[in-house]
């Protein structure tokens, strides 16, 4: 499997502390604010006027002269944004914070200094001494414990995860995003099919509710069930192109599904098939697979046209020589196999070899004859072919082909290894319109 996939997919439920930091809780600047103005406007007060003032509107914050004066020094740092002398004073500014006040305007001077010196750590020492101060106001702990949670699972540690998402699900007991946020824990775990399982809980409650599934939820689902190798990925990798397709979740899904066919290449043509109808074929390796595919089935026309494809995007670069080498013996044969094609069909029809018919249904497929190759996948069938191989390909002939009453009734009735890739070829007609 190419990094690319995974790595695409195993971002859409990595957690990411820094990531998700401080959403809808950024650091009060108008203790800063009022520290400034403090300093301007009467620098000879003594220690017991330092109390900071309220910029009109907003909150006040009420300190006592001896925590004003332990903690000035610190609000002056990080107003300068010198982190060093900023960490050099919090010690005295939080063993002088007795009040709530106090301990949350040092925690916030925590917070800005933990974001200021990129200190994840700090970040979330500043988090938890934010939640511990009794100063923090109703409207912002959900904010707060999110970012707890996060930052918890980002440094592995389950047991706060676990404390922080109880808090966040007693505050609202009816969030279905609640099961997302346990599903999180799960994931730390490597408890993919329990990860899936709480998003799904998301899903129906969400549902329930009447409102709109997130398609990401569908995207982590198809992610979780990859990195787990779970027998349901293909058709939660298909859930996730039913509610967002675009060429990305459509490439991905795809080259899964070849992945799984290692040693049939005959399985990897099927797939690569469809992933260049839906304009999916993004990297070097699709192409290289693909012709590799088609050159094993003889379908010459079918490799040069792929070759062609892939160097004229500039998509194969690593080999170029390969590939070129490769599309001049495929074009060397084309005049010649052309020229053979309608001796060689109508012999196959006289026969009653399946194979021999399938593999010439392939060449004309290959150039681009569609309704011919449907005519012999149909032959082939009726030869005795593999109904499942001769089905998918007649199916993807017709839908090519623009017929597709045809093409819907050829793929439903394939099972077996292709009834996945027959359902997705089904479903890129629907998306057709």
Not at 74 to 103: E, F, H, K, T
Not at 231 to 253: F, K
């Amino acid at each position: 499997m190419r990094k690319g996939i995974a790595a695409a997919l195993a971002a859409a439920f990595i957690v990411s502390g820094s990531a998700a930091l401080f959403h809808g809780a950024p650091a009060d600047a108008q203790v800063f604010e009022s520290l400034r103005q403090k300093q301007k406007g009467n620098q000879r007060q003594q220690p017991s006027g330092c109390a900071l003032e309220a910029v009109e509107g907003q909150r006040q914050y009420r300190l006592s002269a001896e925590e004003c004066t332990a903690i000035a020094p610190l609000l002056q740092a990080v107003a300068a944004q010198d982190w060093a002398a900023a960490r050099a004073a919090l010690p005295a500014a939080q063993a002088a914070a007795r009040s709530a006040d106090a301990r949350y305007v040092a925690a916030q001077a925590m917070l800005h200094t933990g974001v200021g010196a990129s200190d994840v750590q700090l970040q979330a020492q500043a988090i938890d001494a934010l939640i511990a101060s009794g100063g923090a106001e109703e409207r912002e702990m959900r904010a707060l414990y999110e970012n707890q949670l996060n930052l918890a699972l980002a440094a592995g540690d389950t047991a706060k995860a676990e404390q922080a998402q109880a808090r966040l699900d007693a505050m609202n007991p009816n969030d279905p995003a609640r099961f997302v946020r346990q599903a999180q824990v799960r994931i730390r775990a490597s408890d993919w099919a329990g990860a899936i399982a709480l998003y799904q809980q998301a899903i129906q409650a969400t549902q329930a509710a009447g409102q709109p599934v997130p398609a990401e939820w569908r995207q982590q689902i198809a992610g979780l069930a990859y990195q787990g190798r779970l027998p349901d990925t293909m058709r939660y990798m298909r859930e996730w192109l039913t509610a967002a397709p675009s060429v990305g979740a459509w490439h991905d899904t795809l080259a899964i599904f070849a992945e799984r066919g290692d040693a049939n290449t005959a399985l990897k043509l099927d797939a690569y098939r469809l992933m260049r109808a839906a304009g999916a074929m993004t990297s070097e390796r699709d192409y290289i697979q693909y012709a590799e595919a088609a050159n094993e089935a003889r379908a010459f026309g079918e490799v040069a046209a792929v070759l062609q494809e892939g160097l004229g995007r500039n998509l194969i670069t690593a080999n170029t020589g390969y590939a070129q080498d490769r599309l001049a013996q495929a074009s060397g044969r084309i005049a010649g196999d052309r020229a053979s094609l309608p001796d060689e069909r109508r012999a196959a029809l006289a026969g009653r070899d399946g194979q021999v018919v399938m593999r010439l249904a392939d060449g004309y497929f290959g150039y681009g004859q569609y309704a011919e190759a449907a005519e012999l996948y149909r032959a082939a069938l009726e030869r005795g072919a593999d109904a499942n191989v001769a089905g998918v390909r007649l199916g993807a002939a017709l839908a090519l082909a623009g017929r597709r009453a045809e093409a819907e009734t050829a793929l439903r009735a394939v099972g077996g290894p292709r009834q996945e890739l027959a359902e997705l070829w089904l479903l890129w007609l629907a998306q057709r319109g």
